[in-house]
């Protein structure tokens, strides 16, 4: 699953990404949920990261899913990134107000978006084999 993250800055954001939300869903469970510390300093750059993915992909050809990078699969990561740069700037915006917490469904969402970058990170390692 990971044809449209095809360079090593790619799958380092991938696992940037991957420990910040673990790091969120984590905070989540804890009696007193609350953000992290400077989770907007973190949030912006990996936010604006998203959108430069989004754009290179967004430029690129699609393949056939025959022939090499599968359709199915750019479409899907392209709305996981989507998803990943959402939540960012939600975490940003949150992190600002005058008393920053974590909304009550904010842990699930973070954790069902790193475990898919948990697997982009595998299938990478796969391909690197």
Known sequence: MNDSFNSYSDIEWVDQV?????????????DKPKLPENIHGRAIPLAKEAKNIQERVDTQQPQNPLGGNNLYWQCQEREW????????????????????RLPANMGQKALSLAQTAQEIKNTSAQKSW
């Open 18 to 30: 991957n420990q910040l939300l673990i790091e969120i869903a984590r905070a989540s469970l804890s």
């Open 81 to 100: 990134v989507e998803q990943v740069r959402q939540i960012l700037l939600e975490l940003s915006r949150l992190s600002l107000s005058e008393i920053p």
